[in-house]
């Protein structure tokens, strides 16, 4: 029962101190909330460049042309050599009368231009199309296979697929960084807004330990304070996070430029984006007032 009072007391002068340094938690809410737009839209740009490049990675193919001179055991040998590269996931082979089938079915040009060919006449080859596990490395797989016997020419949409995955590794990885960049900003303001009320609030913090109070006892409201800053500030950027993201959706029909770069289905991803916002913001208020509390009172 005394630590369920002891929060509820806490909960209370948290309550009490936010209202009653208004002016001052407003200056902590609105920096918050600043900060949790910029975070929220660098966490959503973070998820979409995720699934860009997980979208290339499940279609990115490797074709692999045979040579016409190719038999039955050379195409075997072909087979276990692609077998043995660590990054192949998968792989199917195709005749050239398949790829030659499959082509008239897509297209009537195909059909039309195909059916005056005889087999000895069609510039098509029999064919391995391979995934790959890892598509950083599909170049240097494709390497390995185009050096193996009978293997004609390997094309995988070289030069555009590698600055793609380049470019959207780059901007991975600058995402994370302004995530992480604007918590520490967050967290540091907080700390200095924080430390003013706290500083107007030392005569009272002295009383209570001249009467006893634990350390835990001070530091509560306090970490409660902060916990109910970083609430309110999240609030509007979820608003936006939710409301935009629906709209930006909805005005590109879900794709980017393109339909190879397709945007992430909004529900339940702004669900998940507004929870993350609210608790990095909660996160943020709690470890802003302890750090403020332990740093400059010296509880």
């Known amino acids: 029962m005394k630590p369920i009072r002891m929060l509820g007391r806490s909960v209370r002068d948290a309550v009490k101190s936010v209202i009653r340094n208004f002016s001052l938690s407003l200056a902590s809410i609105s920096c918050i909330t600043i900060t949790l737009i910029i975070v929220a839209v660098a966490v959503v740009a973070s998820f979409n460049v995720q699934n860009f490049t997980k979208a290339i990675e499940k ?25 043995r590269i660590a990054n192949v996931e998968k792989y199917t082979f195709q005749t050239k009368q398949e ?5 008239q079915q897509e297209s009537e040009v195909f ?26 490395k599909i170049k240097k797989t494709a390497l390995k296979i185009e050096s193996i016997d009978k293997v004609s020419t390997v094309r995988y949409g070289e030069g555009m697929v590698d600055k793609m995955v380049k470019a959207f590794s780059s901007i991975e990885k600058v ?9 520490l900003v ?59 993201y629906l709209a930006f959706y909805k005005h590109f029909d879900g794709y980017l430029y393109s339909r190879l770069i397709e945007l992430i ?12 916002v609210v ?19 010296k509880i």
């Open 59 to 83: 279609d990115m193919t490797i074709v692999v042309f045979v040579d016409n001179d190719a038999e039955e055991k050379d195409i075997e040998n072909i087979e276990d050599e692609i077998k």
């Open 99 to 103: 790829v030659k089938e499959m082509m």
């Open 111 to 136: 059909k039309t231009v195909l059916d005056t060919w005889t087999d000895e006449e069609s510039p098509l080859k029999d064919t391995f199309q391979v995934k790959v596990k890892n598509v950083e």
């Open 175 to 183: 995402t994370y960084i302004i995530v992480l960049g604007l918590v």
């Open 186 to 244: 967050t967290v540091f303001l907080i700390i200095n807004t924080i430390k003013l009320t706290i500083s107007a609030r030392r005569k009272e913090i002295g009383i209570m330990r001249l009467v006893g109070a634990s350390n835990i006892t001070i530091k509560l409201p306090f970490i409660i304070e902060g916990m109910i800053l970083g609430l309110f500030g999240s609030i509007i950027p979820v608003i936006l996070t939710t409301y935009g």
């Open 265 to 276: 289905v909004p529900e339940p991803f702004i669900y998940q984006t507004s929870l993350i």
């Open 279 to 297: 608790g990095i913001g909660i996160l943020v208020g709690m470890i802003g007032s302890a750090s403020a509390v332990r740093k400059y009172l």
